[in-house]
T-cell receptor
Framework: DTAVSQTPKYLVTQMGNDKSIKCEQNLGHDTMYWYKQDSKKFLKIMFSYNNKELIINETVPNRFSPKSPDKAHLNLHINSLELGDSAVYFC????????????????FGEGSWLTVV | AQKITQTQPGMFVQEKEAVTLDCTYDTSDPSYGLFWYKQPSSGEMIFLIYQGSYDQQNATEGRYSLNFQKARKSANLVISASQLGDSAMYFCAMREGGSGGGADGLTFGKGTHLIIQP
């Protein structure tokens, strides 16, 4: 069973469209995240949720809106897609919150490759 | 200033040799965790090993070990007896305690692309 699963894995869409990426974790974790990996492989956090509540909202355009219907799901909706949104988006989760211990290890999904044309 | 520095953009290593991937970090927080991840060409991020700032001993997980030198703020990943399947991007990351208690997730380095040659 995949611990953190996200769909779709590949998404090609036109500028201006709206798209969503879904994420589910079956690890029983309380905290979920969205990370973005750019073309240079740099990973940066976008959002984190703990028990369905938004904890971190980095400087991300408000065209990006996360939604957490329950603590096992964190979806990412993107409005008015732009060319610069092309990236790999990773969903992730961790058990403990807050903290820096091994229990806070973040486990990632397989990534969603978004290409905006 | 970068919080995580990986100075080796790419490395070529002969199969069966040991590999050391460098990572230095910058934090004034006494509580932090250091993590290494592997990203093969298929793209998934695989957690490898963890080291806590208060841990007295270096972490080990199978062929992976972490050479933790706290005073130097260094957390190098050592892979023993490298295999072809070790070819991948490797990322060092840190989670700081801070006022948010680690709420701000992981800060990543830029990664090292490791290629194991037969």
């Amino acid at each position: 069973d995949t611990a953190v699963s996200q769909t779709p894995k590949y998404l090609v869409t036109q500028m201006g469209n709206d798209k969503s990426i879904k994420c589910e974790q079956n690890l029983g974790h309380d905290t979920m995240y969205w990370y973005k990996q750019d073309s240079k492989k740099f990973l940066k956090i976008m959002f984190s949720y703990n028990n369905k509540e938004l904890i971190i909202n980095e400087t991300v355009p408000n065209r990006f809106s996360p939604k957490s219907p329950d603590k096992a799901h964190l979806n990412l909706h993107i409005n008015s897609l732009e060319l610069g949104d092309s990236a790999v988006y990773f969903c992730a989760s961790s058990q403990a919150f807050p903290g820096t211990g091994v229990g806070n290890t973040i486990y990632f999904g397989e990534g969603s490759w978004l290409t905006v044309v | 200033a970068q919080k995580i520095t990986q100075t080796q953009p790419g490395m070529f290593v002969q199969e069966k040799e040991a590999v050391t991937l460098d990572c230095t970090y910058d934090t004034s927080d006494p509580s932090y965790g250091l993590f290494w991840y592997k990203q093969p060409s298929s793209g998934e991020m695989i957690f490898l090993i963890y080291q806590g700032s208060y841990d007295q001993q270096n972490a080990t997980e199978g062929r992976y070990s972490l050479n933790f030198q706290k005073a130097r703020k260094s957390a190098n990943l050592v892979i023993s007896a490298s295999q072809l399947g070790d070819s991948a991007m490797y990322f060092c990351a840190m989670r700081e305690g801070g006022s948010g208690g680690g709420a701000d997730g992981l800060t990543f380095g830029k990664g090292t692309h490791l290629i194991i040659q037969p």
